[in-house]
């Protein structure tokens, strides 16, 4: 698997992300490493289903994440795309 090029997460920003397998780097201890699937986004938030099907929601601002296409993998800091879902398709620029 590769990582993303600068462009590539730009592309990913502008995505539908429900149903994107992500990861999240985060400070804060409960977050750090969980990793699932997304399966619902808000604004401010992501709602993260485990592996385990334990569904945990994740605030965007301060963390980052990295969200799987394919083989790639997208890293992406949750301020960069704290706007609603239906607005952030055209609010990341290319």
């Known amino acids: 698997m ?3 090029s600068k462009k ?3 592309d ?3 995505r539908e992300l429900i149903g994107l397998e992500v990861a999240v780097d985060s400070r804060h201890a409960g ?3 969980l990793s699932g699937t997304v399966r619902d986004e808000t604004m401010n938030t992501f709602l993260v289903e485990t592996a385990s099907g334990r ?3 994740v605030p965007k ?3 980052g994440f990295t969200f799987r296409v394919g083989d790639v993998r997208m890293a992406v ?3 960069d795309i704290q706007f609603r ?3 952030r398709t055209k609010k990341i620029l290319r």
């Open 55 to 57: 569904e945990v929601l």
């Open 8 to 10: 590539e997460a730009a």
């Open 2 to 4: 590769r990582s993303s």
């Open 77 to 79: 800091r949750g301020n």
């Open 61 to 63: 601002a301060g963390q």
């Open 85 to 87: 879902p239906e607005d």
């Open 31 to 33: 977050w750090d490493g």
């Open 12 to 14: 990913v920003a502008r």
